[in-house]
């Protein structure tokens, strides 16, 4: 089983900056691309942002300047840097890896959310 464990989601006001972080935990042997979406009230869940796990990053036009993900291998960890913050920003942002367990197995795994609220 694998687990992830989001944080930094918070209350903040326009123009402000946070940054959201992901671990995952458990049986991995590796993990391959890791994202975050977000997901505002009455709507679907939309890519944020990605990297693969070499590096490689894609955003959603709507952050392009403004968010830069990365992640550290060696923690299991993602990261998603947010400045320039706007009202329409404000979301639950979910984290999601495609993870290889030990077993052999490529699974894609969800953490629980992370509420990010921007104030005007």
């Known amino acids: 089983q694998v687990q992830l464990v989001e944080s930094g989601g918070d209350l903040v006001q326009a123009g402000g900056s946070l940054r959201l972080s992901c671990a995952a935990s458990g049986s991995i042997r590796s993990i391959n691309d890791m994202g975050w979406y977000l997901q505002a009230p009455g709507k679907q869940r939309e890519l944020v942002a990605s990297?693969?796990?070499?590096?490689?990053?894609n955003y959603a036009d709507s952050v392009k300047g403004r968010f830069t993900i990365s992640r550290d291998n060696a923690k299991n960890t993602v990261y998603l840097q947010m400045h320039s913050l706007k009202p329409e920003d404000t979301a639950v942002y979910y984290c999601n890896t495609w993870v290889v367990t030990m077993s052999g197995y490529n699974i894609n795994y969800w953490g629980q959310g992370t509420q990010v609220t921007v104030s005007s």
């Open positions: 990297v693969t796990s070499g590096g490689s990053p």
